[in-house]
């Protein structure tokens, strides 16, 4: 199988635990879904100068277009594993680290800079609620990945 494709299915594995685990600290802690999403989609369509619309639509647009965001994250970051990783195997912990290592970063490095969060703000349980789900993303795509290269 193409290390592309291999990448991007990884990517998508990982993406749906992520999903997962975000879903499941939601309805365990009775919390919101997290409005940052959708205040870097705003910053990124004012950046390139793209009219998302007024009121409700434009909410709307930011919404879907933070969640297309996030998906293009792991899908990234999928597709990074498989180029860096290809010809080789791996351990599961080296695997899954980096992984959760490239999710993280490729979703809260842009985050930061366009100023719609800053990490180096976070209290231990927003780092841990950021975690937990990046660690799910890991597993899931290390052994998709691993099911794929067999």
């Known amino acids: 199988m193409h ?45 390139a100068d793209v009219d998302l619309g007024q009121g409700e639509q434009a909410g709307h647009r930011k919404e879907a277009l933070g969640a297309l965001l996030g998906y293009g994250t792991g899908a990234g970051a999928g597709v990074c594993y498989a180029l860096l990783s290809s010809g080789r195997r791996l351990p599961w912990p080296a695997g899954v680290l980096a992984l959760t290592a490239l999710a993280m970063t490729g979703s809260n490095a842009p985050l930061a800079l366009l100023g719609t969060t800053d990490p180096r703000q976070w209290s231990a349980a927003d780092w841990i609620s950021d975690a937990v789900p990046h660690l799910a993303y890991g597993v899931a795509a290390y052994a998709a990945d691993r099911m794929l290269s067999s």
């Open 3 to 47: 290390t592309l494709v291999k990448g991007l299915i990884a990517g998508a594995a990982g993406t749906s635990a992520l999903n997962i685990a975000s879903y499941l600290d939601m309805l365990i802690r009775a919390r919101g879904a997290s409005s940052i999403p959708e205040q870097a989609a705003g910053r990124l369509a004012d950046l």
